[in-house]
């Protein structure tokens, strides 16, 4: 039997068969023994041990396409990447490693302003205006207004959605305005399990349609992108590749060069002077990391 791992919590596993409903798994040691951790998102194999109490062991972890480390997923089609618009104010370093992480792992990106009912439209043109030509999906929401609410509904359809961004910011509210039935899967875990579900502790996958499942995460307050070279940083900034051909010098780390492509573009209003202090943040982090 097939299915899909929707949360694992204390060494249970607790798979998704379509049509059949959640099985409460363990990894067999084999895993263990190669050095593999079943993840959230994975697609396995199990065999039935008690079909009554819907019990079962994962015997085998099929291909996956891709991985994340932050947060530790597999299969992910897409991320939905949600900061407040305010309380708590969106730090835009913050979203920028996020994005620079997905965009290292080839993962399409949606940039979500949840509780855009809390700012006027002056602020959300601010917020518009620094993304503006970054080439990513941007979507405001509001879960008290229903603001953007059917744009996530038919972004999310038929894909399996990573939702992630720092606590606070209304992911899991969000996550059930736009799909109710995910209080129940939730619900039938946490029976299994016998703990309530106030905050997102745990990574956790509900299934909300047909080939549609959406991935809750806990909120994160930093950021480390593991393996990016600081030369390659400025590939991962979008914005940045239009006017990197203008610098003078070849491997250009548009910091401290004269006449580079990329500075004058920031000068020019053509790259928003945010992004690009978000740029010279993690180019100093990495390259303070591999001095020492």
Partial sequence: MTGKIVKGISGFYYVHVAESGIYQCKAKGIFRQKKMKPLVGDNVKIEITHEKDMEGNIIEIL????????????????????????????NFNLLDRFLVMMGFQNIPVTICFNKSDQIDDEEQERISAIYRNTGYNL????????????????????????????????????????????????GEISAKIER???????????????????????????????????????????????????????GCSHINEPDCGVKDAVRDGFISKERYKGYRLIYKEINDEKRF
């Fill in 196 to 250: 309530g579900k106030n905050t997102t502790r745990h990574t956790e996958l509900v299934p909300v349609g047909e080939d549609t499942y959406i991935m809750d995460t806990p909120g994160f307050s930093s950021l480390v992108i593991p393996g990016l070279e600081k030369e390659d940083l400025w590939r991962y900034f979008p914005e940045f590749i239009e006017y990197e051909k203008n610098c003078r010098f070849i």
């Fill in 139 to 186: 979507v405001y929401t509001s879960t008290y207004d229903n603001e953007g609410l059917d744009e996530i509904r038919d972004l999310i359809k038929g894909k399996t959605s990573a939702v992630a961004g720092p606590s606070g910011v209304g992911k899991s509210s969000l996550i059930n305005a736009i799909c109710p039935e995910a209080n129940m899967e939730t």
């Fill in 63 to 90: 291909p996956r396409k891709n991985e994340l480390v932050r947060p530790m997923v597999s299969n992910i089609d897409q991320a939905l990447i949600m900061f407040a618009s305010a309380v708590p104010k969106p």
